[in-house]
């Protein structure tokens, strides 16, 4: 059984950063792609980052480009998401997925919320 434990939210102010960690547990291969999400209250979830399963390969929503960086350990199996320069428009709770299952071969495809596994969710609030 995978286990995704997100860490890392809280209340952040405008311009200020944030680190989020995913640790993954039980049978999660370093092969597989990885991904942050997030969900704003009556919206729906959205593609954040994904990067590939050694690093090389990463992409971004449009809305965070330049401000947020995804990055793994494998050897940790922690994924990681640097967040600079927050805006209030980035309050949402971030989830963080592993082991792709939708049919797209882009990286940019591993955007959709095609995953099998997902963590609980860390809330990030950055006040208005």
């Known amino acids: 059984q995978v286990q995704l434990v997100e860490s890392g939210g809280g209340s952040m102010q405008a311009g200020g950063s944030l680190r989020l960690s995913c640790a993954a547990s039980?049978?999660?291969?370093?092969?597989?792609?990885m991904a942050w999400f997030r969900q704003a209250p009556g919206k729906e979830r959205e593609g954040v980052a994904t990067?590939?399963?050694?690093?090389?390969?990463?992409a971004y929503a449009d809305s965070v480009k330049g401000r947020f960086t995804i990055s793994r350990d494998n050897a940790k199996s922690t994924l990681y998401l640097q967040m600079n320069s927050l805006k209030a428009e980035d309050t949402a709770m971030y989830y963080c997925?592993?082991?792709?299952?939708?049919?797209?071969?882009?990286?940019?495809?591993?955007?959709?919320?095609?995953?099998?596994?997902w963590g609980q969710g860390t809330q990030v609030t950055v006040p208005s």
């Open positions: 997925a592993a082991v792709y299952t939708g049919g797209g071969y882009t990286t940019e495809a591993r955007l959709s919320p095609s995953y099998k596994h």
């Open positions: 039980g049978s999660i291969d370093s092969t597989y792609f």
């Open positions: 990067i590939s399963t050694g690093g090389s390969r990463t």
